[in-house]
């Protein structure tokens, strides 16, 4: 189990940077109209929209008053809210984020809709659809980084997990978004040696299943150590192997990018509709603005016996 005091020095870091406007933690890029959305890291969390993913501006925060559940069921909570995803589903946005406190894993994930993201339309509005699953200081999981994918056979899932025992996977009910009935998170990827995991994702191509997570410290400017690790399975629930065989949840995980020059700690690997299998979001913090966190978006390029490679920037348009 990691050291609450770790915890807590590295996700005040975190807090930090949000209240100062950086982008941490991005979701999913999604569309809306002519816009791209995502989602971040920030009090009531964050928002950004762009028509061409390369100039953002800032849109409103989900939350400007808090849903009572996230007090009572992490006290320590003041609003900041972690970590979110979104998507399209059934005329509505669907947007998961995660509440917790500093170094427990005290923690929830929650869930709000809307049917709308812009924020000019008559029909616009977040509402509370309530906690998908929670964690308490008992359980082997740290409930936030949450990430959904719907499979082909209309089952939506929900990968997350931070520390503790590592990346879990869990089944929702596609017709209300929230924690299927009698589901159980199911341990898919591990770091026993590190135990530095987290920011879980997964991309579906060609019959596989390709889970993507952090190694390494987040929250730490230039001096951040994540890099994004990926392994793929036929199946959703596993086993995730790495190129060489090794299961994800034994330390196993090939690496897909590390930090280049300036650009430092890469996280949070993310999908963007519009461009399936094709381009990935993250955040990344910049070595020439003293570490601030930046949204970066590469190429999503793919090897001969289908393995992800990270290729060409799109944003920044110049890296290095």
Excluded at 91 to 109: D, H, M
Excluded at 271 to 283: K, L
Aim: proline share 7%; glycine share 10%.
């Amino acid at each position: 189990m990691p050291s609450p005091l770790l915890h807590a020095t590295l996700f005040l870091l975190l807090a930090i940077s949000a209240r100062a406007g950086k982008i941490h933690d991005p979701s999913s890029i999604v569309r809306c109209g002519k816009d791209s959305w995502y989602f971040s890291t920030g009090q009531g969390i964050k928002s950004a929209r762009s028509n061409d993913l390369l100039t953002w501006s800032d849109g409103p925060p989900v939350f400007k008053t808090f849903p009572a559940w996230h007090a009572e069921l992490v006290p320590g909570n003041k609003g900041h809210l972690w970590a979110p995803d979104v998507i399209s589903r059934d005329g509505r946005y669907w947007l998961y984020y995660s509440v917790s406190t500093f170094g427990k894993n005290v923690s929830a994930i929650g869930l709000a809709s809307s049917p709308t993201l812009d924020p000019a339309a008559k029909d616009f509005g977040w509402k509370d659809e309530g906690m998908v699953i929670r964690s308490q200081h008992p359980d082997p999981f740290n409930a936030i980084d949450p990430a959904v994918v719907s499979t082909s056979d209309g089952r939506l899932w929900m990968t997350f997990g931070s520390f503790w025992s590592g990346i879990q996977l869990v089944e929702l009910d596609p017709k209300t978004g929230l924690l299927k009935k009698d589901a159980k998170p199911k341990q898919i990827a591990w770091n026993e040696e590190k135990q530095q995991i987290e920011a879980p994702a997964i991309e579906s191509r060609g019959g596989y299943f390709y889970l993507f997570v952090n190694w390494g410290l987040c929250c730490r400017g230039a001096n951040s150590t994540y890099e994004i690790r990926a392994g793929r399975s036929k199946s959703i629930t596993g086993p995730y192997l790495d190129r060489n065989g090794r299961d994800l949840s034994s330390g196993g995980g090939s690496l897909f990018v590390k930090s280049e020059g300036d650009l430092i700690g890469p996280g949070h690997f993310a999908t963007i509709e519009g461009f399936p299998h094709t381009r990935f979001a993250f955040h990344y913090y910049d070595g020439k603005a003293f570490g601030q966190s930046k949204l970066g978006i590469r190429e999503l390029t793919w090897s001969k016996d289908g393995w992800p490679e990270a290729g060409k920037w799109i944003l920044p348009a110049s890296p290095k």
